[in-house]
Nanobody
Framework: QVQLVESGGGLVQAGGSLRLSCAAS????????MGWFRQAPGKEREFVAS????????SYADSVKGRFAISRDNAKNTVYLQMNSLKLEDTAVYYC?????????????????WGQGTQVTVSS
């Protein structure tokens, strides 16, 4: 079983940047697709970004394309989400997830393990 712990969330002004990290323990993330999802208040959780196990393929939600970048360091068992040009609508709890499929996945149902989430709040 993979245990995931997110960090790096916080309060940032619109236009600013944050870098989220997701550290895995108990098992290596090599071989796992990794993804980021988010849930804003009163809304359903939604896909943000995904990266294949080798890091050669990525996918992004249209709302974050060109502003967010997902990356991974399998040696450090960590996945990152670099968030730039943040907008008020990016405010949400961000979740890290792992999928055994190994390839890019956008559906929540494809993910087997989830972290507890980290809050990102963007202010004006």
């Amino acid at each position: 079983q993979v245990q995931l712990v997110e960090s790096g969330g916080g309060l940032v002004q619109a236009g600013g940047s944050l870098r989220l990290s997701c550290a895995a323990s108990r098992r290596t993330i090599s071989g796992y697709t990794m993804g980021w999802f988010r849930q804003a208040p009163g809304k359903e959780r939604e896909f943000v970004a995904s990266i294949s196990w080798i890091g050669s393929s990525t996918s992004y939600a249209d709302s974050v394309k060109g502003r967010f970048a997902i990356s991974r360091d399998n040696a450090k068992n960590t996945v990152y989400l670099q968030m730039n040009s943040l907008k008020l609508e990016d405010t949400a709890v961000y979740y890290c997830a792992a999928s055994r499929t190994g390839v890019v996945r956008t559906s929540q149902a494809s993910y087997d393990y989830w972290g507890q989430g980290t809050q990102v709040t963007v202010s004006s």
